[in-house]
């Protein structure tokens, strides 16, 4: 994808050895036959940022520099495990699309999108186990892929839910992106020869990331063109998602002018979508959106300079952060 590659332009070193990636998932799904192996071929046939991996090998890194291709199949697994919780999250939401795409559940159906997340899950499973050096780190991956399921869950039953607080809605993120972000600083660092009481601020600084990633997220769909994004402007809103930028504007909205909009739930119109972008600017849901997304930004800096600026890879890893925050796409 062209954004995707943009993403890693001025850092060819990370790219590098992102492109190692592809065959490792390649090699593994080979064997699969049918419209399964089918289905599996296409949800890796157009690659994402992979910034869950690019975590995994820079703290990996940042103590030494990796002697084997342990590590990068580490990285791989939670770029597998990532995939799999996106093909899972299409059925549930009964996504048509995925990236620009067609998702795997509107392409090949719901019954072989279920059996490819699961597979993905399963194989994701096996490479960590295969690959991890410790095995309290077996049980350290059983537990995270716990936690990032249950995460997953913090979003059912708010369709829709013009009441949903502040904390309800970073609790949903938190568990929607957050924890795998942590998760592959974590094992990135634990891999990479670092105590565990070290690795779990590696974990803060990863979740710290993932909450504002998911912010910028949030922001773009108001900000962003469909084109750069790759879905409608504001679908999430029609499919009743309200994420940060329109909560905060709700909270803002005494004359219930954005409140009466949004109340028409599936049936807003093309103009009614023009209208709550208006007032979700006018109202300054995007000032706080963008706030917190600093805050938040700012944080994972702060924990990454206290423990780990004596390390050769800590400017990379620096540069990752400042670029997630300030990406238009």
Request: aromatic fraction near 8%.
């Amino acid at each position: 994808m062209v954004n995707e590659a943009k993403f890693w332009q001025d850092m060819p070193e990370v790219q590098q050895q992102l492109n190692q990636i592809d065959p490792i998932i390649q090699d593994n799904l080979a064997s699969i036959k049918g419209k399964l192996g089918e289905a599996l071929r296409y949800a890796f046939s157009a690659s994402g940022k992979r910034l869950r991996p690019a975590f995994v090998l820079e703290f990996g890194q940042l103590q030494k520099p990796a002697k084997n291709d342990r590590l990068l199949k580490i990285a791989t697994s939670v770029e597998v495990l990532h995939n799999a919780t996106l093909i899972h999250d299409d059925i549930i939401d009964e996504s048509p699309d995925r990236h620009g795409r067609e998702s795997i559940q509107a392409k090949y159906g719901k019954q072989i999108a279920v059996y490819a997340g699961d597979f993905l899950f399963a194989l994701s499973l096996r490479m960590l186990s295969n690959n991890t050096s410790k095995i309290t780190n077996l049980r350290i991956n059983g537990s995270a892929i716990q936690n990032i399921l249950a995460g997953e869950t913090e979003q059912f039953g708010n369709e829709y839910n013009m009441q949903i607080t502040k904390k309800e809605y970073l609790d949903q993120i938190r568990g929607k992106t957050a924890i795998l972000f942590g998760y592959s600083c974590f094992i990135g660092a634990l891999e990479g020869g670092f105590k565990r009481k070290v690795a779990n601020q590696a974990k803060k600084i990863g979740e710290s990331v993932g909450m504002a990633f998911q912010l910028k997220d949030d922001i773009l769909d108001y900000t962003a063109e469909s084109s750069v994004l790759n879905k409608p402007v504001l679908a999430d809103v029609v499919n009743g998602v309200y994420t940060g930028p329109l909560i905060f504007a709700l909270e803002k909205d005494p004359d219930s002018k954005l409140h009466d909009l949004v109340k028409k739930g599936k049936d807003l119109t093309t103009a009614d979508l023009k209208e709550i972008d208006h007032w979700v600017k006018d109202k300054g849901g995007i000032q706080a959106a963008e706030k917190l997304a600093t805050d938040y930004t700012n944080n994972a800096l702060e924990l990454l300079e206290k423990n780990f600026k004596q390390y050769p890879r800590y400017e990379v890893i620096k540069q990752i952060i400042d670029k997630l925050l300030a990406r238009q796409y």
